[in-house]
């Protein structure tokens, strides 16, 4: 079947680092995005990746293995503000234009 | 930069009520797309529309229908509302060409009594 999985909670240290996981199954990979959601707030937009390997954008990176249907979205320097529920959402070629979502993982930044 | 504004913010129906949800975008986009959120399940796909005049069934339309009724803006229906219902419907829209960004809009939350 096709299905994207995140764990439901994660808890860090300000200052240090979290790692949010993803894995999917699909029939046809066609990109993988990540998204922040605040509480009471809609879902923006991180970042895209649909090639595999570490793309680096500062404050979050992203990677992809497609061969193992698994990504992950990895904040540095954590700071308080980064408590929010993170979302993965794959596009394949079943679903064509519309990408399929995860449950979310909540992350609590705690001093 | 564009908004997403939907329409109302909060909604309350009564059981077996039709309830419409209103969503405007103004980035131009072509494909507009209605989430349903609940707790603990993530974001599930209820109807897109690729672009005007166009009309697609995610996961979860049964019990919905939606109407497109020109480029900026999309409507969903609740065609009979259940009781004890409650959720966050997330409007959203996209490029069609350059689609990898999906934007919401900040949400209807529904509650049937």
Redesign the interface.
């Known amino acids: 079947g096709q299905g994207?999985e995140q764990p439901?909670k994660l808890m860090s240290v300000e200052g240090t680092f979290a790692r949010v996981n993803c894995t999917y199954s699909t029939s046809g990979f066609n990109?993988l995005?990540w998204?922040q959601q605040r509480e009471g707030?809609?879902?923006?937009?991180l970042s895209?990746v649909v090639l595999d390997g570490l793309k680096d954008s500062g404050h979050f990176s992203t990677f992809l293995s497609r061969s193992n249907g698994y990504s992950y979205l990895l904040l540095t320097e954590l700071q308080i503000k980064d408590s929010a529920s993170y979302?993965c959402?794959v596009r394949d070629r079943n679903s064509g234009?519309?990408?399929?979502?995860?449950?979310?993982t909540k992350l609590q930044v705690v001093p | 930069g564009g908004i997403?504004t939907q329409t109302p913010k909060f909604l309350i129906g009564q059981e077996g009520q039709k309830l419409t949800l209103k969503c405007q975008q103004n980035f131009n986009h072509d494909?507009m797309?209605w989430?349903r959120q609940d707790s603990?399940?993530?974001?599930?796909?209820i109807y897109?529309s690729?672009t005007e005049n166009d009309l697609q069934k995610?996961d979860l339309s049964e019990g919905y229908d939606a109407s497109r009724e020109k480029k900026s803006s999309f409507s969903l229906t609740v065609t009979s509302a259940q009781k004890n219902e409650m959720a966050v419907f997330?409007c959203a829209s996209?490029s069609?060409i350059a689609?990898?960004?999906?934007?919401?809009?900040?949400?209807t939350r529904l509650t049937v009594v």
Request: net charge positive; no cysteine; glycine share 18%.
């Open positions: 994207v439901a990109g995005s998204y707030q809609a879902p923006v937009f895209y979302l959402a234009t519309y990408q399929r979502f995860g449950t979310g | 997403i494909t797309y989430y603990g399940k993530g974001l599930r796909l897109y690729i995610g997330l996209s069609l689609n990898t960004e999906v934007f919401f809009g900040k949400g």
